[in-house]
């Protein structure tokens, strides 16, 4: 009698898969065997899908996860660096495909929500910075293996975590490269909320529910005013933060609002 055989994970190409929940769209970095490394291909692809969500008028916000219980992501794909890294022109393609995929998860108009489970190190741990918000499952760890990997961390990297973090938690996390679990990450302000192993996929939902529900234009003219305040000061465009406001504020779903809170029920918004 043969003895059972451990399962095996489905080999495919990597890709980041796009997937749509009532207004909410998914965008599942899908390469499990490789716990979620993100390839060149998957960097090159993360601003058509963000175009396409942004795009949507469905879409209210996105969430990015990883595949499978392992990993949120373990950063970029080492096995095709020879291929992909070899030689000035190639590290340079390479390196603008990342800070284009960064960057347009960073300034993508709608809320972007990182949910995390299990590894999120080195570039994964940046494209989970570049969200709005993250919520982890207890399991989470964190890392920027930087330090222990002879490589350097960019000035616009540093910059965008010292904005959010402060200067003495990213001084930890780059010149320590320790890893630091999901408590630790919430305590620190990594992350937003922090949902048991066992509970996680329904809190996590209703948190993500919770947000698709709420109304778009608000929501847009806070993501703006996010973006804005990343910026130096002198190249802020608050004025396209007001036009949202006062745009939100002659909106059909104002009076929507307004009724619901009056009646005691819910909201139904139509970005409008």
């Known amino acids: 009698m043969s003895s059972p055989q451990s399962p095996t994970i489905q080999q495919h190409s990597p890709r980041i898969r796009y997937e749509v929940e009532g207004a909410l769209a998914r965008l599942i970095i899908d390469q499990p065997q490789r716990m979620n490394a993100m390839a060149l291909t998957m960097w090159e692809s993360l601003p058509e899908l963000l175009a396409r969500a942004e795009q949507d008028p469905n879409i209210v916000c996105i969430s990015l996860e990883g595949e499978g ?3 949120f992501c373990a950063g970029a794909d080492i096995s095709q660096f020879g291929d992909n890294r070899s030689g000035a022109d190639a590290v340079a393609h390479y390196d603008k495909a990342v800070e284009a995929g960064n960057r347009a998860l960073a300034e993508v108009s709608k809320p972007t929500i990182a949910v995390i489970r299990g590894i999120c190190f080195g570039g994964g741990f940046g494209l989970a910075m570049c969200c ?16 222990r990997l002879g490589l350097g961390y960019g000035f616009k990297g540093t910059e965008l975590l010292v904005r959010k973090l402060g200067m003495g938690p990213v001084a930890d996390l780059l010149l320590s490269a320790r890893i630091i679990g999901a408590d630790e990450a919430k305590s620190m302000g990594l992350v937003n909320a922090v949902f ?13 529910a919770r947000i698709a529900a709420n109304a778009p234009i608000t929501l847009k003219a806070t993501k703006r005013a996010l973006i804005e305040l990343t910026r130096d ?17 002659a909106s059909a779903d104002y009076l929507e609002g307004q009724a619901a809170f009056r009646y005691k029920r819910d909201p139904v918004f139509k970005g409008t």
């Open 132 to 147: 709005d918000l993250r919520i982890a499952r207890d399991d989470a760890c964190f890392r920027i293996p930087a330090a």
């Open 233 to 249: 000061e002198t190249a802020r465009d608050i004025s396209a933060v007001d036009a949202l406001v006062s745009q939100a504020f």
């Open 196 to 208: 048991s192993h066992d509970t996680f996929a329904r809190e996590a939902a209703a948190y993500l």
């Open 69 to 71: 219980e392992r990993a």
